[in-house]
């Protein structure tokens, strides 16, 4: 009995001495001070806030959040662009630091436990300390002078002429915007005088305006101006100075011969759409199949273009007659093949059409130029790039990013057919 009563007390001494040394070694462990939060200057950023010491330092307040188990910082700024570093230690978490102004600089705040070697660092932000604001005034608005606003030019060639003026007399450029819709988008030049001459086609309505732009790229834009070409000017005349490297003949294969230069796309692909379109005997055919009152295709070349040059279009169109159909010429600039189930890039230019009023040359037959078929009852767009003479004048805008226009001719119908079918040929774009 005295041997079992010995050891229950030295298995309560032992386990009363494990205790005690187990809360013994957790009040040895020493936690690390927080990884402190960053507030200003904030990252990224062009610090405008502090006290100007003078032209070239100011003073500028680090400021950063408190940290647990920490008693001291020091806070480390490089100066990114000479290299060099400050480190500043403090027990505050905000300190005012002098720096150079116009320069660029990163922080980061080192958190400490003085009484141990113990450290964290917080993340690293960026900013560029602001240099002296420098005044700049924006340009005056350009006042249109000639032609005069809504006038009828009976002449050619066409000088755009302006006035203006710069506090700061530093006008770098005018760009100048004009366009056959308003109001205009397209910017056709740039220079540095205050007059401009375009290309431009007779029986055109044009809008325009003056982007003036100065060394520190401020700008300022005239009103929005027009003017009308008669239809008794000889285009030529309006576009003086054309390339003489111009290719005469663009399109490649106008004739139709099926020499591999047309790249063609059905735009309506369901089971109900099909076609029978193809070349035949020297012409393309757009052709409905029986039974099919529903479709939508796409025939297409890239042509290399100058911006500037008077170009003549033409495409002859023959047909027995169609009903609910469409024939479109287009002058787009992006890709046919962009997976859309449908093509109208560049808008409209001239059609050929079966639906009713304004859209109704296509329901008998005919066959000539497609400029003598839309004069029956389909009006060319007023936002089309062609004449009624078939001149067109391309901007740098309307082009690829590789100076190139699409030229699309597309068919189809919707609830009608191309009864035996629409002919296409003799299909030319050339500079005059």
Aim: a negative charge.
């Amino acid at each position: 009995m005295k041997k079992g009563i010995n050891i229950f007390y030295l298995l309560i001494f032992i386990i009363s001495y494990s205790c005690s040394k187990d809360n013994s070694d957790q009040k040895n462990i020493i936690e690390s001070p927080a990884i402190v939060i960053l507030i200003f200057p904030e990252n990224n950023t062009e610090c405008n806030e502090g006290t100007i010491i003078s032209d070239t330092q100011s003073e500028v307040s680090f400021r950063w959040n408190k940290s647990t188990n920490a008693d001291s910082y020091t806070l480390v700024i490089n100066n990114i662009d000479s290299g060099t570093t400050q480190n500043i230690n403090t027990n505050d978490t905000e300190e005012k630091v002098i720096l150079e102004r116009g320069t660029n600089y990163s922080w980061q705040v080192i958190s400490k436990l003085n009484s141990t070697s113990l450290t964290t660092f917080s993340s690293t932000w960026r900013f560029f300390n602001a240099s002296i604001p420098v005044e700049s005034h924006v340009p005056d608005q350009a006042v249109i002078v000639s032609p005069i606003a809504d006038s009828i030019v009976n002449s050619c060639p066409v000088i755009l002429e302006w006035t203006s003026n710069d506090k700061d007399n530093d006008i770098k450029l005018h760009d100048v915007i004009l366009d056959l819709d308003y109001p205009p988008t397209k910017i056709i030049g740039s220079t540095t005088e205050n007059n401009f001459q375009p290309n431009l086609l007779s029986d055109k309505t044009y809008y325009w305006q003056v982007i003036t732009i100065d060394s520190d790229g401020n700008k300022s834009s005239s009103e929005i101006s027009s003017f009308n070409i008669d239809a008794s000017v000889e285009s030529s005349s309006c576009s003086p100075g054309v390339s003489s490297s111009t290719i005469k003949d663009l399109v490649k294969d106008g004739s139709m011969d099926n020499k591999g230069d047309w790249k063609y796309r059905q735009l309506w692909t369901q089971s109900d759409n099909e076609v029978n379109h193809g070349f035949i005997d020297g012409e393309y055919a757009f052709r409905s199949v029986d039974g099919v009152r529903y479709s939508n295709a796409i025939l297409w070349q890239e042509i290399n273009v100058e911006p500037g040059v008077v170009y003549s279009f033409n495409i002859n169109v023959r047909s027995g007659g169609t009903s609910n159909s469409w024939l479109e010429v287009y002058f787009g600039s992006q890709d046919v093949n962009n997976g859309s189930d449908e093509y109208t890039d560049g808008g409209v230019q001239i059609f050929v059409k079966s639906f009713g009023d304004n859209e109704n040359c296509g329901v008998n037959s005919y066959d000539g130029s497609i400029f003598d078929v839309a004069k029956n009852g389909c009006p060319i767009p007023s936002e089309s790039l062609l004449n009624q003479d078939g001149k067109v004048v391309f901007s740098t805008s309307d082009l690829t990013a590789n100076g190139t226009i699409i030229l699309g001719i597309k068919a189809g119908n919707y609830d009608g057919t191309f009864g035996s079918g629409i002919f296409i040929d003799d299909i030319s774009l050339i500079a005059d």
